[in-house]
């Protein structure tokens, strides 16, 4: 599996597999989805979290699963995909631009950053749920990026990268981190390990996992999180109640089973449904859904904003549900 590059995008490609007492079994080759989807996904949350810090908002990051399960060892193959990878060098400079590789590695599923520095991964685990005390650049005139962190009580202090400092102090990318290790501890999984083709590259046993999931802990609860979160997520979205303007920039729609307004100002979901003439309750669109999470000064969470990014599909509502037309009067 290697590392592929262009003008526009890096790709590499790694291997993910949990692994433990469980792979002893002829079950081995099943595990719970309520366990392995959050991990994936969580696994996709971390490293555009890691790309966020490393190369800037201006790259995007996929991760996507590219080969299916393997006899006896629950496998999953990972293709990390960057964008603007080029664009990016002639903006930041060749050595500040990360690639998919480097990523990976300063993360920690690579080997080590090339700056010779302790990886996200293994500060977190070097933490083990301990606070910091104090952080300060090597040298006054050091450009280097590299930081000096001290642990409070004992005085230990270790260098890092102030890129790894800063994800360690990101609650997105921490509660990411915890929950790609969500499937240990049951069902006789207890490791994960990492694989470039057929060699091991890394292995997260239960005390490394521990001290990392603390450190996660500590860091979430300290946060004073204020930037909003935002996913992209597919989904169904079905019409609750018609709307009789097509410039409203806001519909009522059901999201399982939720009411709520979304944004179509981005879609041509007004225009489309000028043309044929209505709308109807339960008209239905897959679509992709920007869900945004506000947080206030004091760590609570407000209600969600969601805008509809673009529509993937169009279902109408059955025949049996009369179709409003965009010139009724408008119901009380």
């Known amino acids: 599996m290697a590392e592929t590059e ?3 995008v890096s790709k590499y490609e790694f291997s993910i597999a949990y692994d433990g007492a469980a792979l002893a079994t002829e079950e081995a080759h099943s595990i719970d989805v309520q366990l392995l989807a959050p991990a994936l996904l969580a696994f996709g949350k971390l490293i ?6 490393f190369n800037g908002k201006k ?8 080969s299916d399960f393997e006899h006896k060892c629950f496998n999953i193959n990972f293709e990390v995909v960057l964008s603007l990878i080029e664009q990016l060098k002639t903006l930041l400079g060749s050595d500040d631009t990360k690639t998919a590789k480097e990523v990976l590695q300063w993360l920690g599923l690579l080997g080590v950053p090339s700056v010779g520095t302790l990886s996200y991964l293994a500060y977190l685990r070097w933490k083990g749920g301990r606070k910091v005390a104090d952080v300060k650049p090597l040298t006054d005139s050091d450009s280097t990026g590299v930081v000096e962190v001290t642990i409070d009580g004992d005085g230990n202090s270790v260098h890092v990268h102030n890129h790894i400092y800063n ?3 990101n609650p997105r990318a921490l509660r990411a981190t915890r929950d790609t290790f969500l499937p240990l501890g049951q069902d006789g999984f207890d490791n994960v390990k990492v694989r470039q083709g057929d060699t091991l590259i890394e292995e997260i046993g239960t005390p490394d996992v521990e001290a990392i999931v603390k450190s996660c802990n500590v860091g979430i609860e ?9 996913e992209v997520t597919p989904a169904w979205l079905s019409v609750y109640s018609p709307v009789f ?13 939720d009411i709520i307004y979304a944004d ?3 879609t041509d979901i007004a225009q489309q449904t000028l043309t044929r003439g209505g709308v109807a309750v339960d008209d239905a669109y897959q679509v992709r859904l920007e869900i ?9 969470e407000r209600e969600p904003t969601y805008k509809v990014l673009e529509v993937i599909r169009f279902v109408p509502a059955g025949p049996a549900l009369r179709q409003a037309t965009l010139f009724d009067p408008e119901q009380p």
């Open 6 to 8: 262009s003008h526009d």
């Open 48 to 53: 555009r979290e890691a790309n966020a810090e």
């Open 59 to 66: 790259s995007t990051a996929k991760v996507r699963v590219v």
């Open 167 to 169: 994800l360690s102090e």
């Open 222 to 230: 300290e946060s004073k999180e204020t930037e909003p979160e935002i």
């Open 245 to 257: 303007d097509p410039a409203a920039p806001n519909w009522r729609f059901r999201l399982g089973t």
């Open 264 to 266: 179509i100002s981005s």
């Open 292 to 300: 945004t999470r506000e947080v206030t000064q004091k760590g609570t």
